[in-house]
């Protein structure tokens, strides 16, 4: 109560603190009539002064009010729009690393342009993260005039570039793009061969837009490249076939975990289905042989029981393609990982594709954890204000509205079932639409979009349906559903990007209709039109009282409900917004209150009969928290896992750069190779023994394997001194003559490659099999619980001890390789080419939200083997006509460009 009291007295924290910005505020309002008195030569050539300042010691706070008032007039100037002071308490909430949560409408895409611009002048980078490569490319070419009228270079990530391309969009002074592609970058860089191959640079600064959906949503899926294995496709067919005969009483399942198992019976049934079908080996499924069909069978249980087409999936030209359960998309070329895939496409019949191995992974949490500064905008983030602190170190701060929210939020509507429902929500949009008023329904899935869809169809009420199936027309669906009674059916509002504007929206309109319209005067009269009936338009819908949002059921997440009703009111507009719930949604089913409640509801409320409190409403956000919380801790399991992984992670990858950089690895190599004789010899040879208790045989067999060596052992021992230190003298000076002899019939430059290839194919061979034993580690060490043991510090110890072996493993191949292999003389090894990998976004405990894209711009299988010592001659077209240009581009072994034969060096570049 004294809380409340106090908070109506002097303001929330949040309000204090925002309030505190108001004199940075009016310190950027004092340059404006300075910096708009600039010509815009002048006004472009700030940028050079602020990075002159910069370099003179200059902080990036003391140039923030200048700078962000440079950016207010440049975007007057770029695009006709001037940041509100609201939009100003943004920017600087952007640059100090924090979240800033502002309602839809209220300009979060101009106010990333002032922290953005600010943090580009030292040079160093700033990505600008968005949801989608629509929304990428969009604001790359949106704001991106605000940027080059300052003189900052804009890149844009989207797939399908080439190395090339995303190198330069990476060295530009902003990159815009994708989670999923700035994370995949640095897993592909990671595995790349030479530094110059690589991509990304040093991570700086980045502005995450629609915070929430992806530090949150799509944080429960780590980023996963992965190459393809074995083709089981006839095993994924017979074992759904025996599935598919199983009924409800032979298996229970959990909706809430998403799990499934057999009963007892089930068990039995199964393996007498799988013994006709000659998949069992022995009597018992649970026998160490079947560990295989065992998992295929649980994987096919999960596919035709738990995920549900039009819902979780859509086929679509032979193929199933993942369903967003946040943004409702399409989520094309991406897979469900550990089989689940497959399992779905055998049990709809269609063609299945091979399973995948890991090769890389990274969480989204480890990936924006390693950003010097991370901050964040969205217009729904403090319901999770205490997971962002405690995973990403960012506060939420609530920036005020430009105008006064006049949206109306009325009470949730309860109905017994489904049809009750769907049956009110017709009538209530038909009513509504008749008087002018535009609709917008949120659905949580494909399948009640369509059952919608045909509620309204017997009204008689004429509607556009968004969904996955409508992914390409997206932007114009959305971007035209604030005009006068039109009614659009959405599955998920979430990050879609595009603003709903009462009347119409002016750019949409001109594009669709005078796309075929040639520049000049007529076209100019018909953009005349447009607006007037645009304007009249509005008017009309401003009095019917503005944007209708109505919800068919609650989401998991109160963040979700609170993103759909944002589409209303946007700039001080009227709004109006209602969710319709029955005891058949999946929120109130699964998570909702106990049976007493449910048998109360179905017997008070009759067919057809609504009822709505505050009491039930209180009772959804309630099981809203509950699903919320539990979702966290989901989070906070996979980060604590993989928390684990990148320590070792981070091992790997600095040992790949080192690699990479140093001129030359011998050292690293001979330290391998001794560490292995020593290992050998000590084995063998125990210290304080005599020679007689030596295992000289072992010794001798194991030298021979890992070193191709045959040392005179029996002559070593007739001497009387001889002991272990002698011996492992003598065999490491043997093994060194052998490597230098070896190293003798190539060139140096030939050499340090050679030991440099085997050195990265060898990390990367190991680093693959580690993450595929961690892996099934994962998966099994919950079992230790049972044990009165915590699972995640099990796994950290066996992780260790796993990580060890690895590394000594390494040591083993690497000198083993250089032993054995045998070289040509005549041309210089090449590195390998990055691998045909997948590229997969999958949830490890649930199996929720995987995805997986080929990789066009990647060819050739990741190999153990070494790779052919070649390298491919230079064409003119790469490296210019002229030889006097050649120097510095053609490598000194290359074959030369002018088509001789000879190598470049005794060629062209002969000096």
Not at 97 to 126: D, F, Q, S
Not at 382 to 389: H, N, Q, S, V
Not at 599 to 628: C, P
């Amino acid at each position: 109560m004294l809380g409340g009291f106090a908070k109506s007295l002097f303001g929330s924290s949040n309000d204090r603190y925002v309030k505190s910005l108001g004199s940075i505020v009016a310190k950027i309002a004092a340059f404006e009539p300075t910096i708009s008195a600039m010509t815009d030569a002048e006004l472009s050539n700030q940028t050079i002064l602020f990075r002159e300042r910069l370099a003179n010691g200059t902080k990036l706070d003391d140039l923030l009010p200048e700078a962000f008032a440079t950016v207010r007039e440049a975007a007057k100037r770029a695009l006709g729009q001037r940041h509100y002071d609201v939009q100003m308490v943004g920017g600087i909430v952007l640059h100090r690393g924090e979240i800033a949560e502002m309602r839809t409408g209220e300009g979060k895409t101009l106010v990333a342009t002032l922290a953005t611009y600010l943090n580009a002048l030292p040079g160093t980078g700033v990505h600008v993260v968005t949801v989608n490569d629509y929304l990428a490319e969009r604001d790359a070419g949106w704001m991106g005039q605000v940027y080059r009228f300052l003189g900052l270079t804009v890149g844009v990530i989207i797939p399908n570039l080439t190395d090339q391309q995303r190198r330069d969009a990476y060295h530009s002074d902003i990159t815009y793009g994708t989670n999923n592609e700035f994370g995949f970058d640095y897993l592909r860089d990671n595995m790349k061969y030479e530094r110059s191959s690589m991509v990304q640079r040093a991570f700086n600064f980045a502005i995450v837009d629609e915070v929430d959906s992806i530090l949150i949503d799509e944080a429960r899926t780590p980023l996963i490249i992965s190459g393809p294995t074995d083709d089981k496709s006839d095993l994924y067919k017979s074992v759904d076939a025996v599935v598919k005969q199983l009924t409800a009483e032979d298996y229970e399942k959990d909706e809430k975990q998403k799990s499934i198992i057999l009963t007892e019976d089930g068990t039995e049934k199964v393996e007498r289905m799988l013994e006709a079908a000659g998949l069992l080996q022995g009597a018992n499924l649970y026998d160490f042989e079947n560990t295989q069909v065992v998992h295929h069978t649980n994987q096919a249980l999960r596919a035709n029981m738990m995920f549900k087409l039009d819902t979780d999936y859509i086929v679509k030209d032979g193929k199933v393609i993942i369903i967003d359960e946040f943004t409702g998309r399409m989520m094309d070329g991406r897979r469900w990982s550990d089989g689940l895939h497959q399992a779905v496409e055998a049990k709809e019949g269609v063609q299945i594709e091979p399973e995948n191995q890991t090769m890389a992974s990274i969480t989204f949490q480890n990936y924006f954890r390693m950003y010097p500064k991370l901050s964040g905008m969205t217009g729904t983030a403090a319901t999770e204000a205490a997971e962002f602190y405690d995973i990403y170190k960012m506060n939420v701060v609530t920036i005020p509205t430009n105008v006064g929210v006049k949206r109306v939020d009325e009470e949730d509507e309860f109905y017994k079932d489904t049809a009750d429902k769907f049956q009110a929500i017709a009538k209530k949009i038909k009513h509504h639409a008749e008087l002018g008023q535009p609709v917008l329904v949120g659905t949580v899935s494909i399948e009640k979009s369509e059952l919608l869809s045909e509620f309204l169809v017997k009204e008689g009420v004429k509607h556009e349906v968004l969904n996955a199936r409508q992914h390409e027309r997206e932007a114009h669906i959305v971007a035209q559903a604030g005009r006068k009674s039109v009614v659009t059916i959405a599955t998920n509002m979430a990050g879609r990007g595009t603003d709903i504007q009462l009347g119409g929206n002016l750019e949409f309109r001109v594009n669709d209709e005078l796309a075929e319209m040639p520049e000049g005067p007529e076209r100019e009269a018909a953009i005349a039109r447009i607006k007037a009936e645009i304007s009249a338009e509005k008017a009309e819908v401003l009095a019917s009282g503005g944007l209708f949002v109505l919800g068919t059921e609650r989401h998991e997440s109160r963040r979700i409900d609170n993103q759909l009703r944002g589409r209303s009111g946007r700039q001080g507009d009227p709004g109006l917004s209602r969710f319709y719930l029955s005891l058949d949604d999946d929120l109130l089913r699964i998570f909702g209150p106990d049976t007493l409640f449910a048998r109360m509801m179905r017997s008070n409320i009759g067919d057809g009969e609504a009822i709505g409190s505050k009491w039930l409403s209180k009772a959804i956000e309630t099981a809203q928290k509950k699903v919320e919380a539990r979702n966290y801790d989901i989070r906070k399991q996979v980060v604590e896992y993989d928390d684990v992984m990148n320590d070792q992670r981070k091992v790997i990858y600095e040992q790949r750069a080192d690699i990479m950089d140093a001129d030359t690895v011998g050292d690293v190599v001979a330290d391998m190779r001794t560490e292995l004789v020593n290992s050998i010899v000590g084995d063998a040879c125990p210290p304080n023994s005599y020679p007689e208790q030596w295992d000289i045989e072992g010794m001798r067999t194991k030298l021979a394997e890992m070193l191709a060596l045959e040392p005179p052992i029996d002559d070593w021992l007739k001497e009387e001194a001889i002991d272990p230190e002698v011996v492992e003298e003598r065999v490491r000076e043997a093994a060194d003559a052998m490597v230098a002899e070896k190293a003798a019939m190539l060139e140096p430059e030939q050499w340090i490659q050679v030991e440099k290839s085997i050195l990265l194919q060898n990390l990367d061979h190991h680093w693959k099999e580690h993450l595929a034993t961690l892996d099934a580690l994962r998966q099994v060490v919950h079992l230790r619980a049972y044990a009165q043991k915590t699972p995640i510090n099990e796994y950290k110890q066996e992780a260790f001890s796993l990580f060890e072996r690895m590394l000594g493993n390494i040591r083993e191949d690497v000198t083993r390789t250089i032993a054995h292999a045998q070289f040509q003389l005549e041309e210089r090894p090449a590195l390998p080419d990055l691998p045909d990998f997948i590229t997969t976004h999958f949830d490890p405990f649930s199996g929720d939200d995987d995805s997986a894209d080929f990789d066009a711009g990647t060819r050739g299988l990741l190999t153990t083997t070494l790779p052919p010592l070649s390298i491919p001659r230079p064409t003119g077209e790469e490296v210019g006509e002229d030889p006097a240009d050649w120097e510095g581009k053609v490598s000194r072994n290359a074959s030369c460009p002018c088509g001789s034969g000879r190598k470049y060096k005794h060629c062209h570049g002969a000096v």
